[in-house]
């Protein structure tokens, strides 16, 4: 008999499909949302939120630079000690969960797919374990690509097709979905002890970032990928780096997108959002930032917003995690990963006393109050760098509810008042446009909805979240509390959340994309790869690639060449 | 005033494992109000089991309590693998007979607690305030903060009649140390407030501090990035005051060292 589920009556938000809030049916079988069921298990869902799974497109759950920062940080771990039910692993950690907290966490928001935002290629192994012991979610892997000795030489030499076909070849070796970049150059840079600006020279390969990231776009759109360059621009947490994120954007204007959707996504933009020239007069410039991307149709973001409170920041960006330390002389860390990129991690507490701090938590929301097109903006704190994902709520009801934003900013610094917009921005988002940034536009902007994620339609993923408020519900905590723990959560058709409780624990798959390069073009770039193996790496290139094993539940999609 | 005595049953020491009992929701904050039978149902962790007071201890209670500050629990019997005796303690007073096992006085904000013995490790560990009174000898990480906190002891007072281990205060940001004896290595380590008196010997004192006061009576093996500033004296006693510790830059430098 087929595994039916029917449920009943909810207020149903599928914005991908264009349905606001509608009193609808849905109708699961073996996993899929189909058109009628015969003898299903029901869920009552009479005056309830109805959304399909949350889909996050960038949070850092998975990998190396994680590990050391839960292993930095036996402190945090202790602040999220949960001891093992009869359905649950044990957990730990706030801002760095362990593998197991992580899954639950996210499914008792109602979330289902999250994309780790950071996987350094040559420690994919790591990324690909830690994502199989993270139950319940189905997940995806950035590979980082600009940093990489290979690229530079390319960018530099100007030969598009065989980075492309680098590109290709790194994305399957690691068996992952895009390319990520993060801080383009300047991470090599900061193995010379040096950071890069926009059109700087990345010391030794003599290109710029501004080279690298217009010779990624360009390769990333010769095969017909899902997802667009993933960035995080140059500069990040300088006092007036907006310049450089709006120059970022017009790099790539002309690039021309494979497929319907942006061709570049800036992740994290509230920390690409600033203006001043020094922390005195640090001060936001989101509203730079929102016109270009009003302006434009290219570009997408999402705008990870601050969660007051400690947390652990870790990224790709070395010299961005060295200049926080020498301002905080709290613990630090950082990693060199040989030809291909680096990490940085501290400590960091976001103060409501402390102006700059105030201002940053103020852009993140800016950001999503002043783009119009909430299909160009996506919900996310950078998990953990700006505050853990078990934020989000709070983030939702401040974006519902400009009474909340109002009390909030009353206790903060009053820098909000003159360095900030949000106490003059009156916009409150609707339950239609929360879905949209945090299910609909981040699946249409990952390419995911064409592969049943973030929607209700026939034949889409039956991973559904059902949110125990009523849709006139105007109250902020209400609201906070309903995004923390849904009434139920549905993952591929099985029930894993009920009454904020996870009850079920399946394995998530691991959904991993294939450019399909040219096999004259990929040996051209192999006997340079073969060079760089020979001469640099530690490991040998039989050794490199994620072997099947890692994937247990794996869901290809395979990306064709285009020209 | 009320006396509760808990003492340890032999049997729960005499098994083949020494598997510890954590009596951290036994202090007179907690236990105050209760008659003998609500005490001897309280739940204590024995290893991975939660089991009744009763069970593990031969209770008795003498005398009456206006509030939890008249409350005195005495344990007794071998307390060696007795762990958090008056952990998170508010106020009333402790008495252990015997020798105690770790965190005893860990996250004390209040009280008295007074140990007839040895203390192992992480005594009075992240202490907030109260007394602390170990009769004989401290192990390790007297008074210091857990494993990557980076706050340790920030009030109340701990006097060790006998020596004390290593990392005698890491992090410690206020209140008041005395130990009669010897310190182990790396005494105040990371201190950024509060003060430290070692009556013997300390080795490497104060590294990386950044402020508080450390006052050495005996023979001190310093450290080089302490800076000489002047002769001072302390209570009518002459030092070599120093500053340090310059290994976290000079500007950070603001911790004290006195020795002789």
Redesign the interface.
């Known amino acids: 008999m087929a595994d039916e589920l029917l449920i009943r009556n909810g207020v149903v938000y599928d914005p991908i499909n264009g349905v606001k809030g509608e009193k609808k049916d849905i109708c699961i079988r073996d996993g899929k949302v189909v058109d009628s069921v015969t003898n299903p298990k029901v869920i009552d869902a009479e005056g309830r939120v109805v959304m399909p799974g949350g889909v996050d497109i960038h949070a850092h759950i998975a990998g190396g630079k994680v590990n050391a920062g839960r292993i930095m940080r036996p402190e945090d771990e202790r602040k999220g000690v949960e001891p093992k039910t009869k359905v649950c692993r044990a957990q730990s950690g706030y801002s760095v969960p362990n593998t197991f907290a992580t899954g639950y966490r996210y499914a008792r928001m109602g979330y289902t797919f999250v994309m780790e935002a950071a996987m350094p290629p040559l420690a994919a192994r790591h990324t690909h374990e830690e994502m199989i012991d993270i139950p319940i979610l189905d997940n995806a892997a950035l590979p980082l690509i600009d940093n990489n000795w290979m690229t530079m030489e390319y960018v530099k030499s100007g030969d598009m097709d065989l980075l492309a076909a680098y590109m290709a070849w790194i994305i399957k070796a690691t068996k992952g979905f895009g390319v990520k970049i993060v801080n383009p150059g300047g991470t090599e840079a900061w193995a010379w002890g040096k950071n890069c600006d926009l059109n700087d020279s990345v010391p030794y390969f003599d290109v710029t970032p501004a080279e690298i990231i217009k010779g990624l776009a360009v390769a990333n759109e010769k095969f017909d990928m899902p997802h667009s360059i993933h960035v995080h621009t140059n500069m990040l947490g300088h006092p007036g780096n907006f310049e450089v994120t709006k120059d970022t954007y017009d790099l790539v204007k002309g690039v021309k997108a494979s497929k319907d959707r942006q061709v570049i996504h800036t992740t994290h933009t509230q920390f690409h959002s600033y203006g001043g020239t020094n922390w005195g007069n640090f001060e936001s410039k989101a509203d730079a930032i929102a016109d270009y991307i009003n302006q434009n149709d290219h570009a997408t973001i999402d705008i990870g917003s601050v969660i007051l409170g400690d947390t652990t920041t870790m990224t790709a960006d070395g010299p961005m995690e060295y200049s926080l330390y020498q301002i905080t002389g709290r613990k630090w860390t950082n990693h060199d990963v040989e030809l291909e990129t680096g990490s940085g991690i501290t400590p960091f507490l976001y103060s409501g006393k402390v102006s700059v701090h105030t201002i940053q938590w103020a852009i993140g929301q800016e950001l999503a109050l002043l783009v119009k097109d909430p299909w160009k903006v996506a919900l996310t704190t950078d998990h953990p760098n700006a505050g853990p994902f078990i934020g989000y709520p709070i983030i939702i009801s401040h974006l519902m509810s400009k009474k909340r934003r109002d009390e909030s900013a009353e206790d903060m610094h009053k820098a909000i008042f003159d360095r900030a917009a949000l106490p003059s921005i009156d916009r409150e988002y609707d339950l239609n446009e929360i879905a949209i940034i945090t299910r609909g536009m981040t699946a249409k902007a990952l390419g995911l909805h064409e592969h049943g994620k973030g929607h209700l339609g026939v034949g889409a993923d039956a991973d559904v979240a059902i949110y125990d408020m009523s849709p006139e519900e105007r109250d902020a905590g209400k609201i906070q509390k309903a995004f923390l723990n849904t009434k139920y959560t549905i993952k591929a058709g099985e029930i894993v959340v009920k009454d904020g409780e996870v009850v079920a624990t399946p394995p998530g798959r691991t959904i991993f994309v294939t450019p399909e390069c040219d096999d004259k073009l990929t040996d051209e770039m192999m006997v340079t790869l073969k060079d760089k193996f020979a001469k640099y790496y530690s490991v040998t290139l039989n050794n490199y690639p994620v072997q099947d094993a890692y994937l247990p539940n794996p869901y290809e999609i395979k990306a064709p060449w285009r020209s | 005033m009320q006396t509760i005595t808990l003492k340890l049953k032999e049997a729960v020491r005499s098994g083949i494992a020494a598997v510890p009992v954590e009596v951290d929701a036994l202090t007179p904050d907690q236990l105050f109000g209760k008659n003998e039978a609500e005490l001897k149902a309280v739940k204590v962790w024995w290893g991975n089991r939660e089991e009744n007071t009763g069970d593990l201890f031969d209770v008795s209670v003498e005398g009456d309590a206006g509030n939890a500050e008249e409350v005195k629990i005495v344990f007794e019997g071998d307390l060696t693998r007795v762990k958090r005796i008056g952990d998170g303690m508010k106020a009333g007073e402790i008495e252990a007979r015997g020798d105690v096992d770790m965190r005893c006085g860990a996250m004390m904000e209040g009280g008295k607690i007074v140990v007839k013995g040895n203390a192992n490790c992480w005594a009075g560990r992240e202490m907030r305030g109260g007394e602390l009174i170990i009769e004989g000898d401290a192990e390790d990480n007297l008074c210091a903060m857990?494993?990557?906190?980076?706050k340790g002891m920030t009030g109340g007072k701990v006097t060790v009649n006998g020596n004390a281990g290593e990392l005698v205060g890491q992090y410690m940001a206020g209140g008041e140390i005395l130990i009669k004896g010897n310190a182990d290595r790396l005494a105040g380590l990371n201190m950024r407030g509060g003060k430290i008196t070692i009556e013997s010997d300390a080795q490497w004192p104060g590294s990386d501090m950044t402020g508080g006061e450390i006052v050495v009576k005996g023979e001190t093996e310093m450290t080089p990035s302490f800076k000489f500033v002047e002769t001072a004296t302390v209570d009518g006693v002459e030092y070599k005051k120093y500053l340090g510790d310059l290994a976290m830059g000079e500007k950070?430098a603001k911790g004290t060292l006195h020795v002789k």
Not at chain 2, 146 to 150: A, I, L, N, V, W
């Open positions: 857990y494993r990557g906190e980076d950070k």
